[in-house]
Structures are given as structure tokens and as C-alpha cells.
């Protein structure tokens, strides 16, 4: 017989290896530097670092399990933030931007071989599906102007954001290799 939860199907090992990211995108998130009215996060950094060490149905996997914990109200989020409140707040749309940072860039360093470059150019793709989602909900849920939310949410973490996704895809992809002796 077939089970009704998808998620008995994954093993348990990836589901173990998921939990643990979330613990790890969880912790990096409380790495705050405020910006205004979006911080500067380790959120980012630890989303990009579970996608490329963990693949793109893992990766994707624990993003949710954080987005989860901190819709449940464990305080999760930057700044020990947590609830459904910031999810709807201006920084929601990065929280839904990670899922698809996880998706792209899980897939495309599931097209070929993952190898520094490639992990570094998947990481910024994932970073900029971050920023785009964000810069939307940012524009949407705050009614700045178009010029207000794409200098205040994307122009502002453009070059933060491609560093923190370099280094998470150095970092991934090393520490890939190093495990897979």
C-alpha cells in the first residue's frame, strides 16, 4: 500500500538532513545588521549553503521547515521574529523568495556538474529570485513607489546578496566534496 503522506516517502536520513538546515537557517537568521526597514540577514547565506549541500528536494525541504517553524510562532525569523504577521509584513516576500531561490538554484546545479563556477552562478540566480519575490511583496505590501522599493529592497542587497551567495556555494560545494571521501 501506498502512503497518503508524501513526505513518509523521503527518506529519513534527507528528512533528518533537512531539520537540521532549518536549525542552521534558523540560527543565521538571528545575524542581523538593520537596514531600515529590511535587514541584513545570514538568512540568505544559509539558504543558499543548504541548497547546494543538500540538493534541490532537501535544500527546498528545510527552507520550508523554517518558513514553518516561524508560522507557528517560534521565533525564527531576523530578530527573533515569528507568527503569520511577518509573513504579510514588508519582509514576507523574501521569506517566499527563499522557496524559490531553493527551487532554481537546486536546479540548476542539478543540470550538470556542480563545480565552483556553476555553484557560484546558481547561488546569485537563487539570490536574485530572493531579492525579485521581495522587492515585489515590498512594493505591494507597503505602497512605495516602484523607484522607492527597488532601491530600499533590491539595489541595496544586490552586492551583499551576491556575496553571501558566492560564499555559500564555496562553502556547499566544499564541504560536498570533503563528505563524499
Not at 108 to 125: D, F, K, P, Q, S
Request: glycine letters at 14%.
Amino acid at each position: 500500500q501506498t502512503c497518503a503522506l508524501p513526505i513518509l516517502k523521503i527518506p529519513l536520513r534527507e528528512q533528518i538532513y533537512a531539520a537540521f538546515f532549518a536549525i542552521i537557517i534558523a540560527g543565521l537568521s538571528q545575524l542581523t545588521i538593520p537596514l531600515g526597514l529590511i535587514p541584513l540577514t545570514g538568512q540568505t547565506f544559509a539558504v543558499g549553503l543548504a541548497v547546494t549541500f543538500l540538493g534541490m528536494r532537501t535544500g527546498t525541504m528545510s527552507i520550508l521547515i523554517y518558513l514553518l517553524l516561524g508560522l507557528i510562532g517560534l521565533p525564527v525569523f531576523a530578530g527573533g521574529a515569528s507568527g503569520i504577521g511577518v509573513l504579510f509584513g514588508p519582509t514576507g516576500g523574501y521569506l517566499i523568495g527563499f522557496i524559490f531561490n531553493g527551487l532554481l538554484t537546486g536546479k540548476l546545479l542539478e543540470t550538470g556538474r556542480a563545480g565552483y563556477v556553476r555553484g557560484m552562478l546558481a547561488n546569485i540566480a537563487g539570490a536574485l529570485a530572493t531579492l525579485f519575490f521581495g522587492t515585489l511583496w515590498l512594493k505591494w505590501s507597503t505602497a512605495m513607489s516602484w523607484t522607492a522599493a527597488i532601491n530600499g529592497g533590491f539595489v541595496l542587497f544586490l552586492l551583499p546578496g551576491v556575496i553571501k551567495a558566492i560564499a555559500a556555494a564555496y562553502l556547499g560545494i566544499f564541504l560536498r566534496k570533503r563528505l563524499q571521501r
